[in-house]
């Protein structure tokens, strides 16, 4: 042994450090759009409480959840709720995240403050806000990188979402607008 140590291996795991964890609470990826988590406390196997003080509205006009066991949003704020597993994309209605995405997309470019919210705020949030920004004229890695910038390193850490928006998911953008606009 000589006394020197190797350099890591960058594709060895490591540990997260502390401040690559983001908050449950929203990271503002692009003004008005939003990503974020469920608290611990703010799933449905806790009792509601009033999230925000009867004096303060919440900051978000509109909340796509992708979480089935988060809580429904406070009083007036619009949600679209389509919870999936954080996994491979089989089995799962591709169609209706595609509509999340463009819902939360149209209600962006109205003005509102959008929330795009999972369990962890990683995974399925950043697929769907990735497909936003997407419609917003994106690449793919472009949105993919924004998304690592504003929320985490570790966002979009599921391999097969990244695969996923690389590959089919702008195709499929595509067709559905021209379907939509025919």
Do not use: K
């Not at 939360?104 to 399925?124: S, Y």
């Not at 690389?166 to 559905?176: I, M, P, S």
């Amino acid at each position: 042994m000589t006394g020197r140590t190797m350099p890591p291996d960058p594709a060895a795991p490591r540990w997260v450090q502390p401040e690559e964890v983001p908050s449950w609470r929203g990271s503002e990826i692009l003004p008005g759009l939003f990503m974020g988590g469920t608290a611990d406390h703010d799933v449905t196997s806790v009792p509601a409480a009033r999230r925000y003080p009867a004096s303060q509205l919440s900051p978000y006009d509109a909340v796509v959840t992708l979480y089935a066991w988060a809580q429904p949003v406070d009083w007036e704020v619009e949600e679209l709720r389509y919870g999936f597993g954080d996994g491979a994309l089989t089995g799962v209605d591709l169609d209706r995240i595609l509509r999340a995405a463009e819902w939360a997309w149209r209600r962006w470019q109205a003005g509102d403050q959008i929330l795009i919210r999972c369990q962890a705020g990683l995974n399925r949030s950043g697929l769907v806000t990735a497909l936003v920004l997407m419609l917003d004229g994106r690449d793919p890695e472009a949105a993919i990188r924004l998304i690592r910038q504003r929320r985490s390193p570790w966002a979009l850490c599921n391999g097969h979402f990244v695969d996923w928006l690389a590959g089919d998911a702008a195709l499929l953008l595509e067709q559905r607008f021209r379907a939509l606009a025919g």
